[in-house]
Every structure is written in C-alpha cells, then in structure tokens.
C-alpha cells in the first residue's frame, strides 16, 4: 500500500502537467474554432483512437516487433564491438569514425537504400531500428567497461585471468548500469526507425497509418497513431527498467533513482 501511494505521488506531477496541456490545447480548439483538419482537439484524437483502438493496437504491435527485433540486433552488434573496442584501441581508432559516419547519415536518406537492397519486407525496417540503436549502445558500452577500478583489473591481471574471464566477470557487471542507460535511449530510436523506414518501405505498421492519414487530411488518425507510438516507447522504457532494478539490485536507490 505504502509502495503504492509513493508510486501515485511521483506520477501526480506528470498527470497534473498533462491535464494543463490538453486541457489548454482542447480550450483553444473550441475558442478559436480550428478546422479539426488542422488541429483536432485532443478529445477528437482519443475519440478517434478509442473506435479505431484495435486497428492501432494491431499496426502497433508491427512497429514494436520492428523495433525489438533491431534494438537487439543493433545493442548486440553494439555490445561485441564495444567489448573489442574496450580491449585493443587500435580497433576503436579504427572502427569509430566509421560508427560516427553511420551515426549522423540521416535515416530519410538510408531508408530508400535498404528498401532497394533488402526488399518490401520486414528486414529494411529492423535494420533501420538497429542503425538507430548502435551508436548510442556503442558508447555507453565502452563507457561502462572501461569503468572497472584499476585494483580490480589489477587483481584479475595478477590472478591470469583469461579475456572472456576479464570481459564478462569483470568489466561487464561494470558497465550494466550504462549499459541498460543506452538500450532506454535507443529503444525510442528503435521506434522512431522503424516507423519512419515503414513510410519507404512498409504496407504495415503506425510508420504507415500515419503517412496514409496524413495524406488523406485525416489529422486525428494520424494524431492518434503517433499517441500509440508514444504510449509503446513508455511501455517498452518502462520494461526495460523493471528489467534493470532486478538485474541491477545491488545498485539500490541509485537504480531505483
């Protein structure tokens, strides 16, 4: 009970700002009489998104698969790059400026491209995703495992422990809580990637409904598949976090923080 009068207060701020917001937003709607063409109220987007509400759980359930299936592609890639990185500098010095190039290429740009080389199909979109999730994985990894005290490695050094043994025993358990900090960032990229490749390359998805509805004027479709977008990108942060306070129990309030 205590555990969840806590929880109700620390989201009492976030209820109390969004009521402003979309009671403020509502109010100008209604005042100024703006074409819902333009701008709906929010009333009309969850109007909208409630009797369509199995259409958008459907088309978002494509997008989070989408999405999942790079942001694991693209963290683990990430992950086994890191580790190399972290233990031979020349392969960093060799391999970043490339992560850095692929990093700032916009997603508008390499979406027709994989569409081109990978088909109609799912891949293009997952790849996407996990471009969007292997950069900011990459350097919160190599952060986090170049964290481990110099006594620490010194002990495993005096002890001959072998590279898997230095990576996984030691290195690793330091680098999680930057670690789980970058796959929280990229699973919203991972998001953001595969609904904007399924505009290039998809006849699924929220990617999709939203072009399709904003091409037919239909702002509050398009409103609401964003909503759903975002209420999926909460969900997924908010698993990915459960996952971390029970992988991470050690680290106590700072997790919990």
Do not use: C, H
């Not at 091409?215 to 209420?231: C, E, F, K, R, Y």
């Amino acid at each position: 009970m205590i555990g969840r009068l806590a929880a109700l207060r620390q989201t009492l701020p976030t209820l109390a700002l969004l009521t402003a917001v979309f009671g403020a937003w509502e109010a100008v709607t209604i005042l100024l009489r703006v074409p819902s063409y333009l701008v709906p109220g929010p009333s009309l987007v969850l109007a909208r998104w409630v009797s369509d509400f199995r259409f958008f759980l459907i088309e978002g359930g494509v997008t989070l698969l989408e999405a999942l299936a790079g942001l694991l592609l693209g963290a683990g890639v990430a992950l086994l790059a890191a580790l190399l990185m972290s233990r031979w500098r020349w392969i960093e010095r060799a391999f970043l400026p490339i992560a850095i190039v692929a990093k700032v290429t916009p997603v508008v740009i390499v979406a027709p491209l994989f569409a081109l080389w990978f088909g109609f199909g799912p891949l293009p979109r997952v790849l996407i995703a996990a471009l969007l999730t292997f950069f900011p994985v990459l350097i919160g990894a190599v952060s986090g495992l170049r964290a481990a005290p110099r006594a620490a490695r010194d002990v495993f050094a005096t002890l001959n422990a072998t590279p898997y043994e230095d990576a996984f025993m030691l290195r690793l358990p330091y680098a999680l809580p930057q670690l789980f900090a970058a796959v929280k960032v990229s699973s919203t990229l991972a998001l953001l990637g595969a609904a904007i490749a399924e505009w290039v390359s998809g006849d699924r998805g929220l990617g999709r409904a939203v072009l399709l509805a904003n091409s037919n004027l239909d702002t509050p479709g398009a409103l609401a598949g964003v909503a759903t977008i975002g209420i999926f990108g909460i969900a997924l942060i908010g698993l990915i976090t459960l996952l971390e306070r029970r992988v991470l129990f050690w680290a106590g309030d700072e997790v919990a923080g």
